[in-house]
C-alpha cells in the first residue's frame, strides 16, 4: 500500500486532473447548440498541448494530441445537422421562379384562416412548409393529396374523427401535398418537459432541413414556429403570416427567437 502512495507524485495528479477538466468540459461543449467557437477552442487545445509537453504534463499531452487527432469527427458529429442540410440544400434545391405567378396573398390568408379556426376550436394541427430542400428523405409519407391550400381542407384534416389527423400536413408553395406524414422526433434533451410529440416532430424535422413548421397546440389552443430547432411558443399572428410568405416563396426564413421553458 505504501508503495502505491509512494509513486503518486504533485505532477502527475495535476496532470490526471487537467484530464479530467478537459473531458468534462468537452461534454459540456458537444451539448451546446451554439459550438461556432470550436474552431477557437482547437487553436487553444493545440497551444495548451505544445504548453503540456513543454512542462511534461505526458498525459494531458496525449489527451490534447488525441482531441486534435480526432478533431474532424468531433466536428462532423457537432455539426451534423447542417452538414445534412447543406447537402440536401446543393442536390434538391429547387427553382423559385417557376412559382412567381402563384396568388401567394391566398395562400397565406387560407393558411392563416385554417390556423387560427384550429387553435379557437383547441384541435392539434401539425403543418409543414417545404422552402426549397426535399423533405421526402426524412418523412413517412400517409396520404398524397395535392390540392390547393383552404381553411376548410385543413379543417377536415385535423378533426379529431380524421383518420389522418394524427400526423402532419405537408405544403409546397400552394398545394397541399401530402397528410398523415410521420416526422422524425428531436432527440434533444434540452425540450422543454410540456412540449408533445407534436412540438417534438415539428422540432426533429427542423433540425434536419431548412422547413418553417407551424404547430397548434391541442391543450391551450396556442399556435408555434418552429425553424432550425428553435420554436416560438405563442407567436403573434402577424409574424405567422410574415414567416409563412418566406417559406412559401422559398426565401430565406429568419431565426426565430427560442420559447421559454414551460
Not at 7 to 17: F, H, K, P, Q, R
Not at 82 to 87: E, F, N, S, T
Not at 156 to 177: C, E, M, N, T
Amino acid at each position: 500500500m505504501a508503495s502505491i502512495f509512494d509513486s503518486v507524485t504533485l505532477s502527475g495528479l495535476l496532470d490526471n486532473l487537467i484530464v479530467a477538466v478537459l473531458v468534462y468540459g468537452c461534454t459540456l461543449i458537444l451539448r451546446k447548440e451554439a459550438v461556432l467557437r470550436v474552431l477557437a477552442i482547437l487553436t487553444a487545445i493545440f497551444a495548451a498541448e505544445f504548453g503540456a509537453k513543454k512542462l511534461g504534463l505526458t498525459s494531458t499531452a496525449s489527451f490534447l494530441h488525441l482531441l486534435l487527432f480526432s478533431a474532424p469527427v468531433i466536428l462532423a458529429i457537432i455539426f451534423q445537422s447542417d452538414i445534412k442540410r447543406a447537402l440536401f440544400s446543393s442536390w434538391n434545391r429547387q427553382k423559385t421562379t417557376v412559382y412567381d405567378n402563384l396568388d401567394l396573398t391566398t395562400t397565406v390568408d387560407e393558411l392563416s384562416k385554417g390556423l387560427h379556426e384550429l387553435a379557437e376550436r383547441r384541435i392539434g394541427a401539425l403543418i409543414v412548409l417545404i422552402r426549397q430542400n426535399s423533405i421526402n428523405h426524412l418523412v413517412q409519407v400517409g396520404t398524397e393529396i395535392d390540392a390547393k391550400v383552404t381553411s376548410e381542407l385543413l379543417n377536415s384534416i385535423f378533426l379529431p374523427y380524421s383518420p389522418i389527423h394524427d400526423g402532419a400536413v405537408i405544403i409546397q408553395r400552394d398545394k397541399i401535398i401530402s397528410a398523415g406524414c410521420i416526422l422524425p422526433l428531436s432527440q434533444n434533451p434540452d425540450i422543454a418537459k410540456s412540449f408533445g410529440t407534436r412540438h417534438r416532430a415539428a422540432l426533429g424535422i427542423s433540425e434536419q432541413t431548412d422547413v418553417l413548421v407551424l404547430v397548434v397546440s391541442e391543450e391551450t389552443g396556442k399556435i408555434s414556429i418552429v425553424h432550425e430547432g428553435k420554436i416560438t411558443y405563442d407567436a403573434d399572428p402577424a409574424e405567422i403570416r410574415r414567416l409563412s410568405r418566406k417559406a412559401i416563396e422559398g426565401r430565406r426564413v429568419p431565426r426565430v427567437t427560442a420559447a421559454p421553458e414551460l
